[in-house]
């Protein structure tokens, strides 16, 4: 089984950056499909950005043109780049990992998770 375990995330005002790492440990990373999901208060968790085992990457359209994913199978790291952040973007933010070649969509089809981190977007 793969550990996940979040980290980067914070408190940025509209308009600023942030990058959240997933770092894996047990198994390496290169053996799942990637994906990050976010969950804001009150609401379901929702996808957010997918990345496959060959670096095919897909995006929901609020994210696209701003969100950014990556993985780095020699780190057994995945990345999420956040610039021009808005605070609707305000959650939650787990990564997921998926026996597979890519992620699910619909969070319970993702059978691995880490524990999450907190964004926070001010006005």
């Known amino acids: 089984q793969v550990q996940l375990e979040e980290s980067g995330g914070g408190l940025v005002q509209a308009g600023g950056s942030l990058r959240l790492s997933c770092a894996a440990s047990g198994r390496t990373l290169g053996s799942y499909g990637l994906g990050w999901f976010r969950q804001a208060p009150g609401k379901e968790r929702e996808f957010v950005a997918g990345i496959s085992r060959s670096g095919i990457s897909t995006y929901i359209d609020s994210v696209k043109g701003r969100f950014a994913i990556s993985r780095d199978n020699a780190k057994n790291t995945m990345y999420l780049q956040m610039n021009s952040l808005k605070p609707k973007d305000t959650a939650v933010y787990y990564c997921?990992?998926?026996?597979?070649?890519?992620?699910?969509?619909?969070?319970?089809?993702?059978?691995?998770w880490g524990q999450g981190t907190q964004v926070t977007v001010s006005s």
């Open positions: 997921a990992a998926r026996d597979g070649w890519s992620i699910s969509r619909a969070p319970v089809e993702n059978r691995y």
